[in-house]
């Protein structure tokens, strides 16, 4: 594959030679991480040959310190090998609606949102914010974002169902305790080359002034984009980019990767495949809860993970629940 790389016109295909280059760097993950785990293997059995050898047990802590080296580094590669679903190495789309509640579960959407920001900030993924629109008052009714990083899906498909936060609400003159619920949906990033079909006359297409901030033509001419997929009754919008042209391809990016889920879910439940985990994750059962009051703990009812560090997690510190989640259920068909 390397080799194809240097080819006098390799480059002639932007978007090809960045989907190669992205499967070499993926590939070379694997090779690189086995590799270290055979070397620190080496260097373990090598002490352990010269410590028996000269009858020296000063060699002990390091020998041992070697072999919990060789033993994190097998548990890395076992954890990596629950990312290698069909689609774990995609961008993804995450979206966030609030549920029934107002300005309650409007504030705790935003709450994600601002958690996810900042999971995605701290593993160097890039994001870029689709649509958006604002609560009565305070806090969001939904939005979209594009995560772009490694294994972006595979990550944040951990994520997928109903979350919970019980807490003394901010907005509550008598300072009553209060449950909100939203939920949170990943969808894997399309590639042009999948053949996703979408028939112009099944769309319709409205356009409407942005409710974003700044920019010559936000809330001044209809840059905005929302489109209904009439078939599927699927609807998406976009409105962050400064013309409607750009606001548009943006959406058709988020429709067809939506159109690309639903493929997915009926081709498995044709195969009876929906599983538990599956079941888990549809709006109505939530799959992690938040509680603030009257003690602190975050629990994923999935795995059984819980911390009491409640604000670590809303500061972007889920990676224990991912990775819960991954190891049990990532090997998984349709986890």
Known sequence: MEARTHAPDFWNDNVAAQKIMQQISSRKLWVDGWNTVQRKLQDAEGLRALAAESADASFGPEIESEIRAVEQGLKDLEFRNMLSGEDDEKNCILTIHSGAGGTESQDWAEMLFRMYARWCEKKGFKTFLMDEQAGDGAGIKSVAIEVQ?????????????????????????????????????????VEDDVAIEINP??????????????????????????ITHMPSGVIVACQQERSQFQNKERALKMLKSRLYQIRKEEEEAKRDAVNSVKKKIEWGSQIRSYVFHPYNMVKDHRTDVETSDTQGVMDGDIDAFIKAFLLEFGAKPNS
């Open 201 to 226: 006359v099944d769309l319709k297409i409205d356009t409407y002034r942005s409710g974003g901030k700044g920019g010559q033509n936000v809330n001044k001419v209809e840059t905005a984009v929302r």
């Open 149 to 189: 990083g490694p294994y972006a899906y595979g990550y944040l498909k951990a994520e997928n169902g109903v979350h919970r936060l019980v807490r003394i609400s901010p907005f509550d003159a008598n300072a009553r305790r209060h449950t909100s619920f939203a939920s949170v949906f990943i969808y894997p990033e």
